[in-house]
Nanobody, 127 residues
Framework: QVRLVESGGGLVQAGGSLRLSCAAS????????LGWFRQAPGKEREFVAT????????KYVDSVKGRFTISRDNAENTMYLQMDNLKPEDTAVYSC????????????????????WGQGTQVTVSS
């Protein structure tokens, strides 16, 4: 079982930046697809971004394209979400997730497709 721990959340003004990290322990996640999701108060969990096992391919929800960048360092078992030009509507609890996948071209957008989750980190963007 992979254990995931997020960090890097906080309070930032609109237009600012944050970088979230997701560290894994328990086993290497070299053959795991990874994803970021977020959940705002009163709303359902929303897909944000996903990255293939080798980092070659990424996908984003339309609302963050051009502002967020997902990346991973398999040697360090760590994934990142660089968030730039943040907006108040980005305010949410951000969680990372993982699932086994050896495919470069299979993308996972639904939360129930992921097996392991972190506890989440709060991101608050003030206007």
């Amino acid at each position: 079982q992979v254990r995931l721990v997020e960090s890097g959340g906080g309070l930032v003004q609109a237009g600012g930046s944050l970088r979230l990290s997701c560290a894994a322990s328990g086993r290497t996640w070299r053959n795991y697809a990874l994803g970021w999701f977020r959940q705002a108060p009163g709303k359902e969990r929303e897909f944000v971004a996903t990255i293939s096992w080798n980092g070659a391919n990424t996908k984003y929800v339309d609302s963050v394209k051009g502002r967020f960048t997902i990346s991973r360092d398999n040697a360090e078992n760590t994934m990142y979400l660089q968030m730039d030009n943040l907006k108040p509507e980005d305010t949410a609890v951000y969680s990372c997730a993982s699932r086994y996948s050896s495919s470069d071209y299979r993308y996972y957008y639904m939360s129930d497709e992921y097996a392991s989750w972190g506890q989440g980190t709060q991101v608050t963007v003030s206007s």
